[in-house]
């Protein structure tokens, strides 16, 4: 595959590696500007109350102290459309923000805290989300009426959702289960539970705000300036146009980083001191005032045959969204969409999900949205329903995994809205197949199965791989499948006189190699080196519209907008050569930094010389709307989906329940690998994370209080390099497929990653100690439970 | 109540004035600008913020800034050769071989590296991940991190 | 926050005796810094204790006498406790998966740590001493009556630890220890040291059982001790004296349930009394 390039599908050098092994980089958290005042934030003790009083004279009058801010002088506005006003009079979870403090020194600013003097009306708390949607129950938001999403569009930010039933659920139906669980030989049913997971970016976000008159610049660890570009000069009431927001890096986010609020204070209080102001959080406020991966309470019934054929499946789930359902839509339709409608191939399948708001810090976005808690509910329901009829776990997900022409739809279509979401659909789906660059399910679980040698390995239901006294091992299998957003977007792609080129787009680096691999694309297209492009990212004044990355949307879609953008420069390049060299510009190529004639290769300018003739060669792509993706021969929409199929050897110890991962291999579907080693990296990060998801990482809160318990990273428990195999244990498999609409045929796949690692390690797990696991971890005390050896 | 006190960091000393309970990693990149290295748990939980003293790896989150002076520091921006600009093998090695994604915990994880290298320069796999046992790397690198080492262990031989 | 160096051992109790409450005491500084807001927010002078020479390791006829100041590492790397009963020593700070925190900790910081720690437990089960001394008096008292509960020692105000002594046992003595934590690099959730001595037949003479992190204080299982006297090991006994050991309230918090500290202790205590009956077996 490689030969055929010349850049793409190498793996380079990272463009920001040089950078982040000598100390150079700077995150944002780094920046340090001359007079720059630190901000701290006092923070709400108590779930659910109500602020009585607030005095903040003590604060104001301690040295080096030169703004406090408080819900009685900041606007009256919703930081992302949420219920909570920028800094509010009602606390809706522990660890809200009550005050701002900006002052000379961090020490001071935190002395300043101390100094605020707040009495608190203490509310009823409401923590279980079962609880949560009993009509009694305490509200989390009294103007709302219920603490169940419903649909509408008040003081949210999410996409409408005109088919979400105003009972509080969302729906999702083909054919009759009911009639399918009565041609069934076997039905499984039971109740599985997904955790919450807190995605725990390394570095702690921060923003700097320094104001030059009238105009802000605002550097923020986010990793969609559009919205902190959008949400700032809504709430501070001046055009976006004043606003340069800049995201040098966004580090390790997975989905969490809208520091919006943070940056909107932030800057009120740069503009009321007349200096710059810096906020970084702790380790302690990244952990309760940030959004974590929402808990699932999963109601699962499948129904199937002897011979394998699956006759229905019906999802109940309700998600426990913490303190606003911003996410809630989003989250909840991708869940439906894909892991409930696409996933797998059923006669009859129904679906209902509930968002329930409560007194816990709010739930969104964290690697794999949606699917990683929908496919460890349905990946260890599938596994229950395999062996029910006595058929190898492999073999069952083989015969019914989606494939080319198999149903499926996309999260908006879920949601009632068209694919650019201007248009409410609330009575029609626009049901869809799967297309052929999605059709990889089979081939990657087949591949993944001879890595894995399953066959030797797998001895049958009931049966451990080994028994050596105490301890046994097990083997198992989990797909999963996931989203990459193919939207608009835009870039720029400009030459400089000396034939480098730049590229502007506003996708943010978070580590997952953007900036590498949107310049080996657009090297790659010019037919120039690697080392002659440099791409600026994240800067909301000099890169055009688009909305950061989000939704495995980096590759998917800033990256096909910057290949566009640079084919642009070449047909204008091309026109200047063809000039030149007096001959038609479809008689030319271009490759190692010459634009030649292709049957005459000695007719050649330099790629150079082309820019400079040109003065300035600038190419401007947006991606259009999708409108739909079709299949080319059925017309049928397609959906841009990627997928993974992975299998892992484990060994429990069933006097300690201590469980080691042994061995793990999973097979990407990852449309083309720009660059194998990022890639790499990318299939390790899905399988660290969903590890950790299923066997170490509990985000405790207090039942009563709702207090978070460990926000620390001593007991959040993350995987230490101990908790993974060796490196020859660990099998990564690309399965590239390419897509008709990527650059080079690439997509983005990342999140997908982190779908199949928690269901894997419990089927393992399973194969290993013969008994279930449906709570939420996969945890020692959780094995010697199961186990009945402690209650 | 500040106290003056010296650091030598990088070969070079540094007079700064002090609070008793602030930590190496603090006065590192706020008052003497090194913001290479990076806090990411700030209570010795992840070894993002390592630094060399004496050579030997130390959270610089925990320790306190008073407590290190007079030791010889080395930050990941002290780790090339000043004068030549050559790289250190490890550092040649993440780079090539991919050892980081966010880079957050790169340089902990390469000063660690280092200081194992220094000791045994030809360490197993066992042996390298005994030694990165307490650097956590939320991008989940480790396989590629391994690999970066091994492949500088190789590299000093080779060129020694 | 005052920043004071003292240079004798009578200058630094001479400090604590002026500033009594207010004064903490750091050598290493692996506790202070994460906890200085919850724990140490009332200090006002910090003292470093790294000048006073108590980095020592020395034997005598007695047995080990350990200056606080001595790193963990500095221990774990000495000849003296490299074999022998000592060697459980080196063995339970090779469980520190973390080698900058040995490098850091002290003897005499994870002494006066009454909390998450290891050495404690295998120190007492060795029926070590600690010297206490105030600008009056000094006195030497066994490290399992030092602890009073979750962070909370018999120091006074102005007492400091200097030293830790740890006998020597008798021919035919073996220790083990063992310990239990969530993942691969933790804080200890459960830990148990073991010694036993046996005489003529290999019947167990004299035995300690000590549980650390299943309560605090530490533990030490007196009944489950009287079972091993006179008597020899089979795996009856064991099962029985493993029972016996565990039949306390293990702690509930967030980092683990009562009953999972209590399954970890029954196999920690297990491993750690086969650990020091094969070893003194195996003495002269």
Redesign the interface.
């Known amino acids: 595959m490689s030969s055929e390039f010349s850049v793409l599908g190498k793996s380079l050098p990272r463009k920001d590696a040089l950078e982040k092994v000598n100390g150079e980089v700077k995150f944002v958290s780094d920046i340090k500007l001359p007079r720059m005042l630190y901000a701290k934030f006092l923070r709400s003790p108590y779930a659910h109350a109500m602020v009585t009083k607030i005095d903040t004279s003590r604060a104001k009058a301690l040295p080096g102290v030169k703004c406090v801010l408080t819900h009685e002088n900041t606007p009256n506005v919703h930081p992302l459309g949420k219920f909570e006003y920028l800094l509010d009079h009602r606390m809706h979870y522990a660890g809200e923000e009550v005050a701002a403090v900006a002052a000379e020194t961090e020490d001071i600013a935190l002395e300043a805290l101390k100094l605020i003097d707040v009495e608190y009306e203490v509310e009823p708390v409401i923590i279980d989300p079962e609880e949560a949607m009993k009509p009694d129950a305490p509200l989390v938001h009294k103007e709302y009426g219920t603490n169940m999403y419903y649909g509408t569009e008040h003081g949210h930010a999410a996409s409408p959702s005109p088919r979400w039933r105003k009972d509080g659920w969302l729906p999702l139906q083909v054919g009759d289960v009911d009639k399918g669980f009565a041609e069934a030989d076997y039905i499984i049913e039971g109740v599985y539970e997904s955790p919450t997971q807190h995605n725990c970016s390394p570095i702690p976000r921060s923003v700097v705000c320094e104001w030059a008159g009238n105009n802000l610049t605002c550097w923020a660890d986010t990793q969609i300036p559009q919205w902190v570009s959008k949400d700032v000069a809504k709430c501070l009431g001046i055009p976006r146009s004043s606003i340069r927001v800049i995201c040098n890096w966004t580090v390790g986010s997975y989905g969490s980083k809208q520091p919006e609020k943070i940056a909107t204070l932030v800057a009120i209080m740069a503009k009321k001191t007349g200096r710059p102001v810096k906020a970084v959080f702790t380790r302690e406020e990244e952990f309760v005032a940030t959004h974590h991966r929402p808990s699932y309470k999963g109601y699962e019934k499948i129904g199937v045959k002897k011979d394998g054929t699956i006759t229905a499946m019906s999802h109940r789930v309700i998600g426990n969204f913490g303190r606003d359902f911003v996410w809630g839509p989003e989250v909840m339709s991708a869940s439906a969409a894909a892991t409930c409608a696409t996933l797998y191939r059923y006669q009859n399948m129904k679906f209902e999900g509930a968002a329930v708001m409560t007194n816990i810090p709010d739930a969104g976005a964290m690697n794999g949205l949606g699917d990683p808690e929908m496919g460890f509910i349905v990946e260890r329901a599938i596994d229950e329903a395999a062996e029910a009829i006595g058929m190898d776990p492999v073999e069952f997900r083989l015969k019914n995994c989606a494939r080319y022409g198999s149903r499926s739809v996309s999260r908006r279509d879920v949601l009632g809205l068209s694919p650019d979401e201007l248009e409410l659909r609330p009575d029609w789906i626009n049901w869809g197949i799967v297309g052929h660059d999605f059709d990889s399910l089979q081939e990657c679980i087949k591949k993944v199965a001879e890595k894995s040698e399953w066959k030797k390995k797998w001895k049958g239901w009931k049966t451990p791989m080994a028994v050596n006294g105490t301890k046994r091992r097990g083997i198992g299998i989990a797909i999963g499948m996931h989203m990459s957003a193919y939207r608009p977007y835009s870039a720029i792609v400009k030459t400089n006189q000396d034939g480098s080129v730049n590229v502007m787009s506003m996708a943010a680096e978070i580590g997952q190699g953007i900036r590498t691999a949107m310049a080996q694309v657009v090297a790659e297209t010019l037919g120039i080196g690697y080392e002659d492009v440099e791409v600026l990212l994240a800067d909301t004044t000099a890169a055009p519209e688009g909305w950061g990355v989000i939704a495995s949307g980096g590759t998917s879609s800033a990256i096909p907008a910057a290949w566009h953008a640079a084919e642009e420069v070449r047909r204008q390049a091309f026109d200047i050569a063809a000039a030149r060299l007096g001959v038609k510009p479809d008689q030319l190529e271009a490759k190692d930094r010459m634009i030649y004639v292709k049957n005459d290769p000695q007719k050649a300018i330099s790629f150079r010389e082309a820019c400079s003739r040109g003065y300035q060669i600038t190419g401007a792509h947006t991606l259009p709307s999708p409108d739909e993706l079709r299949d080319e021969k059925t017309g049928k929409t397609i959906n841009v989906y990627s997928c993974v199929a992975t299998i892992a050897e484990v060994e429990v110890d069933t006097e300690t329940g201590r469980l080691d991962l042994l061995r793990i291999a999973s097979a990407h579907d990852c449309g083309r690998a720009i660059n194998p080693q990022i890639v790499e990296n990318q299939i390790l990060m899905g399988i660290i994370q969903s590890n950790g998801y299923a066997r170490a990482e509990e985000y405790i809160i207090d039942k009563e209080t709702g207090v978070v318990l460990n926000p620390d990273l001593l007991d959040y428990k993350l995987m230490t390099i101990l908790d993974m195999p060796k490196m020859d244990d660990i099998k990564e498999i690309f399965v590239e497929r390419p897509s008709a609409w990527g650059a080079f045929g690439s997509k983005g796949f990342s999140e997908t990653g982190s779908t199949s690692g928690a269901p894997v390690i419990a089927n393992a797990a399973y194969n290993a100690i013969g008994v279930r696991i449906r709570g939420e971890h996969i945890t020692p005390a959780a094995i010697l439970e199961a186990l009945g050896k402690i209650t | 109540m500040a106290v003056a006190i010296t650091l030598i960091v990088n070969g070079e000393g540094h007079k700064v004035d002090v609070e008793p309970w602030w930590s190496l990693a603090y006065v590192l990149r706020e008052k003497l600008g090194l913001t290479g290295t990076k806090i990411m748990c700030n209570n010795g939980a992840c070894g993002s913020c390592t630094v060399l003293m004496n050579g030997q790896p130390v959270s610089s989150c925990l320790k306190l800034a008073v407590l290190a002076e007079g030791k010889n520091i080395t930050t990941i921006e002290g780790l090339a050769n000043t004068e030549t600009g050559e790289l250190h093998s490890l550092q040649e090695a993440f780079i090539k071989y991919s050892g980081m994604q966010c880079g957050t915990c790169t340089p902990g994880m390469i000063l660690t590296a280092k200081a194992l290298l220094d000791e045994n320069p030809v360490p197993t796999e066992d042996e390298v991940r005994e030694a990165l046992a307490g650097n956590l790397c939320r991008c989940g690198s480790y396989k590629r991190i391994v690999q970066c080492v091994l492949a500088a262990a190789e590299t000093t031989r080779g060129g020694a | 926050?005052?920043?004071l160096i003292p240079s004798t051992t009578d200058e630094a109790l001479s400090m604590l005796d002026k500033y009594g409450e207010a004064a903490v005491i750091?050598a290493?500084?692996?506790f202070?810094?994460?906890h200085?807001e919850e724990l140490f927010g009332e200090a006002e002078v910090?003292i470093?204790i790294?000048k006073l020479e108590l980095n020592y390791i020395n034997v005598d006829e007695e047995g080990l006498k350990i200056g606080a100041t001595t790193s963990l590492t500095s221990l774990m790397t000495s000849e003296v406790i490299s074999k022998g009963v000592f060697r459980v020593l080196f063995e339970t700070m090779d469980e520190i998966?973390?080698?900058?925190?040995r490098?850091?900790g002290t003897v005499g910081g994870e002494v006066c740590m009454s909390a998450e720690n290891d050495l404690p437990t295998s120190l007492i089960a060795l029926d070590a001493k600690v010297v206490v001394v105030s600008p009056t008096k000094s006195r030497i008292l066994p490290l399992e009556e030092f602890y009073l509960g979750y962070l909370s020692t018999v120091l006074e105000s102005n007492e400091m630890v200097t030293e830790i002594q740890v006998p020597h046992s008798p021919p035919k003595t073996g220790a083990g220890f063992c310990k239990?934590e969530?993942?691969?690099?933790?804080?200890p959730i459960v830990n148990a040291a073991v010694r036993v001595t046996l005489g003529p037949n290999d019947k167990c003479k004299a035995a300690k059982i000590v549980l650390g992190c299943v309560a605090f204080p530490p533990v030490i299982a007196y009944n489950a001790e009287n079972l091993l006297i006179g008597k020899n090991l089979d795996g009856k006994i064991i099962a029985s004296v493993i029972e016996a050991a565990v039949d306390i309230e293990c702690i509930t918090d967030?980092?683990?349930?009562g009953?999972?500290r209590k399954?970890?202790a029954k196999?920690a205590v297990g491993k750690a009394l086969n650990k020091a009956y094969e070893q003194a077996k195996g003495g002269k």
């Open positions: 926050m005052k920043y750091v290493g500084g692996v202070f810094t994460p200085r910090l470093n790294g998966p973390i080698k900058r925190i490098d850091m239990f969530r993942g691969t690099v933790d804080l967030i980092r683990a349930s009953e999972l399954r970890w196999v």
